[in-house]
C-alpha cells in the first residue's frame, strides 16, 4: 500500500522499466550490480516495515563497493509513526550506517530538494542513497516551485599538487623492483596503468575487483593477490622495494610490504594510508594520476625482476591448467574444468558474475578474461546468494548481451525463487550450479582453524527440474564429457537457464601461501573427524 502511487506513475511512465522481484534483498543486490557495472545511478524499492528491511544486506554490498544506488522505502502515515503501529520501523534509524544520504520526506514540498540530494550524493560519494516516504505524502501532488533541478556530476581528471607528483616519481625511479597493485578504481585508466607499468617495467597485480582491468594473457598482468590470489601475485609484493598501489582500498594488510616505498593514488583521500604506512599519497583520479605521473618518471632498462616474475606466472598457468584439463579425471566433475570452459566458449563481451564461496576462488583463477569481458561479485561484502539477482540485474541493463552467473549450490538456494523472476522478465541468464551439496568454503575455514567439519552439509532440490518448473530451461550434468555440450547449450538458448553440475566435493582450496598454523590446523581437524567417525581404533 505504501508505495502504490508511486508504481502507478512508473507503470504509465514508459522511460522505465519496473522489475518485481519475489524478494527485496535479491532487488537491492539487482540493482547494486547495476550501478557497479556503469557506474550510473540505479533504483531499488521496498515498501513499510519487512519490506524496506529486506533491502538491507544488497545495500551493503552497494555501500562496501561505492555503487551508487537510490533506495525507496514506504513509511507508515505521519499521524502513526512512534505510536508502535502495525509495520511500522525506524527505517532512517535502521539505514543511518549502510547509506550516504539517509532522510525521511515529510511533506511534498520538500521532496524535490530531498530527491535531488539523495541522488548526488549517491552518485559523487559513491553508495546507497535512501528516502523513506509516508504512504499520506506519497501521494500528494508537488507544489509547482517553477525551478527546476538538476544531478550534478564529481569532477573527474582530479590530479595531486606538482610537488606530491614530483615525490612521488623520484622515489619509483630510485627503486630497483616496482610492483603494481591495481583496483577497480583503475576501470576508465587502463591504457595510463599499461603506460606507467612499461615505464618502471613493474608487474602488475590486482584485486578481486580489479581482474578484468587487463587482459589475462597481457605480458605486465602477473595476478591476483590475497587469500584467493596466485602464487606470483604474492612474489611480486614480497620481492618489490617500492609499491604502486592504484584505485584500490585493497584490505589484507597482512599481504602488503612494510619499510618500503608505498605511492598511492585514490579519489578517496580517507583510502590513502588505511591498510599500511604510505610514504607518498597522491589524492586524485587514477587517469589523469597515472598520466600526470607518467610524464615525470625515468623509463627503466633492467628487466630482472619482471622476467623473474613472469617466469613464476607461466609455472603457475601450467598448474592451473592442470587442474583445468577435462581429462583429470573420468568420473567426477571438477569444478575449475567448468569455469575454464565457459571463459573458453563465452562471448568476447559477456560479463560473468560470481557468487560468494569456493566458487569466488574458481572464477578468480580460472577465468582468462579478454576484450570487454567483465566480472563481478559481492567482494567486499562478500554475501552468499548474491549472484543471481546480480545477474539478473545486469542482465535486464542489456538482454542481448550475455551474462553468465557462477553459484555455489549453498549462494544458489538463499535466493533461488527469484529465478522465476528471470523468466517472468525474459532475461536470459545463465546460473552455473556447483553443486557439492555442503557450504565447502565454510568447511574448509573449520578444517583450517582445526575443528572438524560440522553442519555444512546441504540437503538440495533437483535443481534443474527447478528452473524448468519455472518456465526456463535447465539440466543436470554429472561427468566432465558433459561440460561442453551443457555449456553450448545453454549460450545458445537465449533463455533464462541453468546447468546444475555434481562437482568434485572434496575439491580442496589452496591459498597462494601457507602458514605454518593453517596446516597444523588442517591436519588436526582431519584427524578429529577421523576420530568422530571411527573412534580410537
Not at 540505479?42 to 529486506?54: E, S
Not at 500528494?140 to 564529481?154: A, H, N, V
Not at 591476483?224 to 622495494?241: E, M, N, P, S
Not at 538482454?399 to 528471470?422: E, H, K, S
Amino acid at each position: 500500500v505504501a508505495l502504490n502511487p508511486l508504481f502507478d506513475d512508473i507503470g504509465r511512465d514508459q522511460r522505465f522499466e519496473w522489475i518485481t522481484v519475489r524478494h527485496e534483498e535479491a532487488g537491492a543486490f539487482a540493482a547494486s550490480a547495476q550501478a557497479k557495472l556503469t557506474g550510473q545511478l540505479a533504483v531499488c524499492c521496498g515498501t513499510v516495515g519487512p519490506g524496506g528491511l529486506h533491502l538491507i544486506n544488497g545495500l551493503y554490498d552497494a555501500r562496501r563497493e561505492y555503487a551508487p544506488v537510490l533506495a525507496i522505502t514506504g513509511q507508515v502515515e505521519e499521524a502513526e509513526i512512534g505510536n508502535d503501529y502495525h509495520q511500522a520501523v525506524d527505517l532512517v534509524s535502521v539505514f543511518r550506517e549502510v547509506c550516504v544520504y539517509n532522510e525521511a520526506v515529510r511533506s511534498p514540498a520538500q521532496f524535490q530538494r530531498l530527491a535531488q540530494q539523495a541522488m548526488q550524493a549517491a552518485l559523487d560519494l559513491g553508495g546507497p542513497a535512501h528516502l523513506t516516504i509516508p504512504v499520506d505524502i506519497i501521494g500528494s501532488k508537488l507544489p509547482d516551485t517553477g525551478e527546476k533541478r538538476q544531478i550534478f556530476r564529481m569532477v573527474k581528471d582530479i590530479t595531486p599538487t606538482e610537488d606530491a607528483l614530483e615525490s612521488a616519481a623520484q622515489a619509483l625511479d630510485s627503486a630497483g623492483k616496482v610492483t603494481i597493485l591495481a583496483g577497480a578504481g583503475c576501470t576508465e585508466a587502463r591504457d595510463e596503468l599499461l603506460q606507467v607499468a612499461e615505464i618502471l617495467r613493474a608487474p602488475i597485480t590486482h584485486t578481486l575487483r580489479g581482474t578484468d582491468l587487463i587482459d589475462y594473457d597481457h605480458p605486465y598482468r602477473v595476478g591476483g593477490v590475497g587469500h584467493l590470489g596466485t602464487r606470483q601475485g604474492v612474489d611480486a609484493l614480497d620481492g618489490c622495494d617500492a609499491l604502486l598501489m592504484v584505485g584500490t582500498d585493497f584490505p589484507y594488510r597482512a599481504f602488503l610490504p612494510k619499510g618500503i616505498n608505498i605511492v598511492q593514488i585514490d579519489i578517496r583521500r580517507q583510502n590513502i594510508g588505511r591498510r599500511c604506512a604510505v610514504t607518498h599519497p597522491l589524492v586524485g583520479d587514477a587517469r589523469a594520476t597515472l598520466e600526470a605521473l607518467a610524464g615525470r618518471l625515468t623509463p627503466k632498462s633492467d628487466e630482472k625482476f619482471l622476467k623473474s616474475i613472469q617466469k613464476s606466472r607461466a609455472a603457475w598457468d601450467e598448474k592451473m591448467d592442470r587442474h583445468a584439463a577435462l581429462d583429470r579425471s573420468v568420473d567426477m566433475i571438477h569444478p575449475q574444468a567448468i569455469v575454464r570452459k565457459a571463459a573458453e566458449l563465452a562471448d568476447d563481451d559477456a560479463i560473468f558474475v560470481a557468487d560468494v564461496g569456493t566458487v569466488t576462488v574458481w572464477a578468480a583463477r580460472q577465468l582468462r578474461l579478454h576484450g570487454g569481458q567483465r566480472l563481478i561479485g559481492c567482494f567486499n561484502h562478500g554475501s552468499l546468494g548474491a549472484g543471481l539477482p546480480a545477474a539478473m540485474g545486469v542482465q535486464s541493463l542489456d538482454r542481448d548481451r550475455q551474462v553468465i552467473a557462477l553459484c555455489g549450490d549453498g549462494g544458489f538456494g538463499m535466493l533461488l525463487a527469484d529465478f522465476i523472476t528471470a523468466v517472468r522478465y525474459d532475461l536470459p541468464v545463465v546460473i552455473i550450479v556447483f553443486n557439492n551439496e555442503k557450504f565447502a568454503f565454510v568447511e574448509l575455514e573449520m578444517q583450517a582453524a582445526g575443528y572438524p567439519r560440522f553442519a555444512t552439509d546441504l540437503t538440495n532440490p533437483h535443481f534443474a527440474n527447478f528452473a524448468a518448473d519455472c518456465g526456463g530451461l535447465g539440466e543436470r550434468i554429472e561427468a566432465p564429457h558433459e561440460i561442453v555440450p551443457a555449456l553450448k547449450r545453454a549460450f545458445s538458448s537465449r533463455k533464462a537457464y541453468l546447468i546444475d553440475a555434481a562437482v568434485n566435493p572434496d575439491e580442496l582450496v589452496m591459498p597462494p601461501k601457507i602458514e605454518a598454523s593453517e596446516a597444523v590446523g588442517f591436519a588436526m581437524g582431519k584427524i578429529k573427524e577421523l576420530w568422530i567417525e571411527h573412534g580410537p581404533g
